[in-house]
């Protein structure tokens, strides 16, 4: 991962009350909360030679950015604890939690049962899941206490072999100009992997019922006019050079990678990066993959000339149309 501004430094999570800076292990204050950083010097992601310590340096530095996407949401701790190349599985219960990390305690009808996830809702409880191997950040589409009112309406575009990106980016601008026409904004990032994903903002009264059928009505539209291109069923028997639009994530209980979230790949971390619609033009006509796919500090430098721009799914108001 390259550096964001200058060589990796020591410990830029908080400041260092224990330990030598440069060591494995250090106590840092991380805005009057006390966090214990341990095994730095790991090596998270093998092919490219990330440690832990520069993955926490992106996201002490990305969460001034991130953690709006993510304040009040049930997050999914997915935790690579011996990083990218190793085993991972998913956190839904925030285990081991200090008392100042929040929870968000939802009742599971499919579980019969109350899951407590993580309320990752300021830094050190950001950097504290990060310490424990969270890569990547997974908020539900609901802002709690309101679990099943969805702010958003996502559509994955995922394309089977051997379509790529770019195929998903051709996709994904043929479906900014569908839902234009029913009068809907959307904005897309990418999925930090293959794919490209695109969010209608809502922001008003909505049931995951209503979000669902209409994205499955779009994606089925969509599979309709040009089944060449795309198909809407998972079914992995039909996608061969196709790009699936993936309706099913617009569910109570299902969690979508954030935008600015690293991204567990095997061969270097790459990040869910928003794009402007006019960049997702440009790839496409210049045959360029590599511009939608960002690493850390090109995401950073970034952010810290435009902002985020992505924040529109977080404040754009807009309703389904009947």
């Not at 903002?201 to 499955?216: C, M, Y």
Request: net charge neutral.
């Amino acid at each position: 991962m390259r550096a964001p501004a200058g060589d990796w430094r020591d410990v830029p999570a908080g400041r260092v009350v224990r330990g030598r800076p440069g060591s494995d292990e250090v106590e840092v204050d991380v805005h009057g909360r006390r966090l214990r950083l341990t095994h730095l010097r790991k090596v998270l992601y093998p092919a490219a030679g990330t440690t832990k310590a520069q993955v926490l340096d992106y996201y002490a530095r990305i969460a001034p950015t991130l953690l709006p996407h993510l304040r009040c949401r049930a997050m999914t701790l997915k935790r690579y604890p011996d990083g990218v190349a190793g085993r991972h599985f998913y956190d839904k219960h925030c285990a081991g939690r200090p008392p100042w990390v929040g929870t968000l305690p939802m009742w599971s009808e499919r579980r019969a049962e109350e899951i407590s996830f993580c309320r990752l809702d300021d830094a050190a409880s950001l950097l504290w899941s990060v310490n424990r191997g969270n890569l990547e950040m997974h908020p539900l589409l609901s802002v709690a206490p309101d679990f099943d009112t969805p702010t958003a309406v996502v559509f994955d575009l995922d394309p089977g072999e051997p379509a790529g990106i770019l195929h998903a980016a051709e996709i994904a601008l043929l479906l900014r100009d569908m839902l234009g026409g029913v009068g809907l904004e959307s904005l897309a990032k990418s999925s930090g992997s293959r794919g490209v994903q695109v969010y209608v903002p809502l922001n008003t009264p909505a049931t995951f019922e209503a979000t669902g059928a209409f994205a499955r009505s779009v994606a089925e539209l969509m599979a309709a006019r040009i089944g060449d291109r795309v198909v809407a069923r998972v079914d992995k028997r039909l996608r061969a050079g196709k790009v699936l639009v993936d309706w099913g994530q617009n569910q109570r209980h299902k969690s979508t990678v954030a935008a600015y979230s690293l991204r567990a790949k095997l061969d270097r971390p790459t990040v869910s990066a928003p794009l402007a619609w006019d960049e997702l033009a440009a790839a496409v006509d210049a045959g360029d993959a590599a511009t939608l796919l960002p690493g850390a500090g090109d995401v950073l430098e970034r952010v810290g000339v435009d902002g985020d721009c992505f924040a529109p799914v977080l404040t754009l108001t807009q309703a389904l149309p009947a």
